[in-house]
């Protein structure tokens, strides 16, 4: 384990929160508030970190995976902790509990709060608290591989840790390269959104904030009715088509730049993706025709909250918890799938279960005919032993924290349907909820206890569970590694 290499770039990256903190100072300073100065001291002590550990390279510069995966982990605790602060020293979020809830909330894209009155909070302050969704839609990691050199060496150890999905694939060679394609992808695709939302009347900082939450498709808005607050069909449908586009992988934007169009139209995790949207909208756009009286209506609130739950957005325009059980319960069930791999969006992936369903389609075919050789693939290519078992290992921890963090928040005492729903939306980054979470409802009311829980559940869930499992193991600490 090259313990030197991972402070050192620890150190830089708490530098880099540090410069990024100096925005919502600049936003404060525009707007005359006193809470750019939280800003400021967060990003002074920062940079005395940065000084001290992130400056001098160490000799030994060599890292492996499980290094990657380590920086990776720490990596979003840290921003989170620090993240934290501004929150906690301008006094916008008084218990510090609470307003790490909130930042890990806001960096890992899930969109939950403990806020109960967000338009009073200063437009720096709500401004850091929705740029926290830009940054961690596309990673930690890759925002600052994107900005700085990082550590080209090793960089790919660090992006294999920290990319979402089953695979995690280089678009170039290089991987700072595939940093800086994905950002240009996320920068042009979010640029188009704050013109286009402009264009239906917001003003500039309204249209950024709303935005960052879309890009990173975590949820977060200026408005306490989220973006209901607006009740614009334009709006509405701008958001929705851009919470569905930032819900696909970006390699498939990659292929398309590349004008190979074949391969994304045959891409099977994008085909399923949009086939369960286009199921969900049109159950719910039925299911709920006797409230909304009409088929437009229905229409356009049950594909606002569609893309928002199976993107893991978290934005709302229609308080689900009034609708029949039926909807209810297909949103639930698109909660548990979530987005593409290699998206911004959260959620076990569409992939996951392609390849699960195929999966079990194989066992089947090998009791039937046992002597046959079946061979499971995605896309063309043939699906490894060892995606397989990343797979399974995957689930089965994520059974495993799922029900433990159940049982821990349980002790609360809410409801079933609360306790369940809150550790489930938490976990895929989802948002809102169902009963006393749900989207006009928030977490304000749970102990500290539970929200650590729920703080550990949003970071497992964001990392794709292994780089904890593997932070927790006594293994990785032996002297030996």
């Not at 509405?236 to 819900?247: E, P, W």
Request: charged share 15%.
């Amino acid at each position: 384990m090259n313990k030197k290499m991972i402070i050192y770039i620890l150190g830089k990256m708490l530098g880099v929160e540090g410069a990024v903190l100096l925005i919502p100072a600049l936003v404060s300073l525009i707007y005359g508030e006193k809470s750019g100065f939280s800003f400021l001291i967060v990003g002074a002590i920062l940079g005395v970190i940065f000084l001290i550990f992130g400056r001098k390279r160490p000799k030994s510069t060599r890292i492996y995976g499980k290094e990657g995966f380590v920086i990776v982990g720490l990596a979003w605790i840290l921003w989170s902790l620090f993240g934290a602060l501004p929150f906690y020293i301008s006094g916008s979020i008084p218990a510090y509990i609470d307003a790490l809830f909130e930042t890990v909330s806001g960096f890992t894209t899930t969109g939950s709060t403990i806020l109960q009155e967000i338009e009073s909070l200063p437009m720096g302050i709500n401004f850091w608290r929705c740029l926290t969704h830009w940054i961690g839609g596309m990673g930690v990691l890759v925002f600052v591989m994107m900005i700085t050199s990082l550590d080209d060496e090793n960089s790919m150890p660090l992006m294999r840790a920290e990319m979402p999905g089953p695979e995690a694939d280089k678009l170039v060679p290089k991987a700072r390269q595939t940093a800086t394609i994905l950002y240009g992808m996320y920068f042009a695709l979010t640029a188009v959104e704050v013109i286009l939302l402009m264009f239906g009347g917001m003003n500039l900082y309204d249209a950024l904030v709303h935005s960052f939450s879309t890009a990173g498709t975590g949820g977060f808005s200026n408005r306490n009715a989220s973006v209901s607050f607006y009740d614009s069909a334009y709006i509405d449908g701008v958001i929705t088509v851009f919470m569905i586009l930032f819900g696909v992988n970006f390699n498939l934007y990659f292929l398309l730049l590349l004008k190979d169009w074949k391969n994304v139209l045959k891409n099977e995790e994008l085909r399923a993706y949009l086939g369960i949207i286009a199921a969900a909208i049109a159950v719910i756009t039925v299911n709920t025709l006797n409230i909304y009286q009409n088929v437009l209506h229905a229409f356009r609130y049950a594909s606002f909250q569609v893309a928002s739950v199976i993107t893991t957005t978290g934005f709302y325009t229609a308080d689900y918890e009034l609708w029949p059980e039926l909807s209810k319960t297909v949103l639930l069930t698109i909660m548990f799938i979530g987005a593409c791999a290699g998206s911004t969006g959260g959620g076990i992936k569409v992939s996951r279960f392609v390849i699960l369903c195929k999966s079990i389609r194989q066992e089947v075919r090998k009791i039937l005919h046992p002597n046959a050789v079946t061979v499971i693939k995605m896309n063309g290519k043939r699906v490894s032993q060892d995606t397989l078992r990343g797979i399974n290992v995957y689930f089965a921890a994520y059974v495993f924290i799922l029900a433990a963090s159940v049982l821990i928040v349980s002790i609360d005492n809410f409801d079933f349907a609360t306790s369940f729903s809150g550790v489930l939306t938490t976990i895929n980054n989802v948002g809102p909820g169902i009963s006393k979470v749900g989207p006009v409802e928030n977490f304000h009311m749970f102990s500290p206890l539970s929200k650590i829980v729920f703080s550990f559940d949003m970071l497992v869930g964001r990392l794709e569970i292994i780089p904890y499992l593997l932070m927790l193991s006594p293994d990785l600490w032996r002297r030996r590694f």
